[in-house]
């Protein structure tokens, strides 16, 4: 039976849903605003982190060159300090595997003679991964002993980039390639049998 106690009763319910759903309705207006508003920035956080490329390549480009350079003037320090401190060099020579500082003390000795590497880039391909601060590169170069290609692995420390990792390779003919093997072969023979013995 509906009574007057009992519409009180229901009012008062009614108010509390209401209050309720007011506060509710509140909550996820704001809790959408807060949403909104990292949305945003976060947008702006992407295009302020935007990485230009091609700027990065023109500045891998100079680095690569400027230690090109150091090396024909025998510029001992300016050189080295294009290398990371846990970078590698390898070299022409199957045994020619060394840490920075090995490749320092290898080195040494021609700086201070003045008998350094001339070596300027024909051409050069510079590539990038996921991380903007790390890229690797191929080049084809001029050298005493005519073509090589180098290539390696660079890294950017402190907003500079530096060697990682360097390869040089002495490129063969195909058509001269048995004449190769065949000058290489009393000398290397003997170092494939010691490297299979490991």
């Known amino acids: 039976m509906f009574t007057f106690e009992t ?3 229901l009012g008062t319910d009614y108010l509390d ?5 007011k506060w509710l309705m509140k909550n996820v207006i704001s809790f959408f605003f807060i949403i909104l508003l990292a949305a945003c920035s976060n947008k702006d956080s992407v ?12 500045s891998i480009g100079t680095m ?42 290898w080195a040494q000795p021609y700086f201070d003679k003045k008998t350094t590497w001339d ?8 590539y990038f991964g996921k991380q903007s601060d790390i890229a690797w590169f191929d080049e ?4 005493q002993m005519k073509i090589c290609r180098g290539s390696g692995v660079i890294v950017k420390e402190n907003g ?6 360097y390869v040089l390779s002495m490129t063969v003919p195909n058509e001269k390639l048995d ?7 009393s000398i290397e023979d003997s170092l494939i049998a010691s490297l299979l013995r490991k």
């Open 140 to 143: 084809l170069l001029n050298t």
């Open 119 to 126: 070596f300027t880039s024909f051409h050069r391909n510079i």
């Open 160 to 165: 500079a980039w530096k060697i990682k990792q």
């Open 7 to 9: 519409s009180c009763i």
């Open 47 to 58: 295009k302020t982190n935007t990485v230009d490329y091609e700027k990065e390549k023109e």
């Open 64 to 105: 690569l060159d400027s230690m090109n350079k150091a090396a024909a003037k025998a510029d001992f320090q300016q050189y080295f300090s294009f290398y990371a401190d846990s970078s590698v060099f390898m070299g022409t020579d199957a045994t020619e595997y060394w840490y920075k500082d090995a490749f320092m003390k």
């Open 17 to 21: 849903i209401i209050q309720r759903n």
């Open 179 to 185: 004449d190769v093997l065949k000058a290489k072969a």
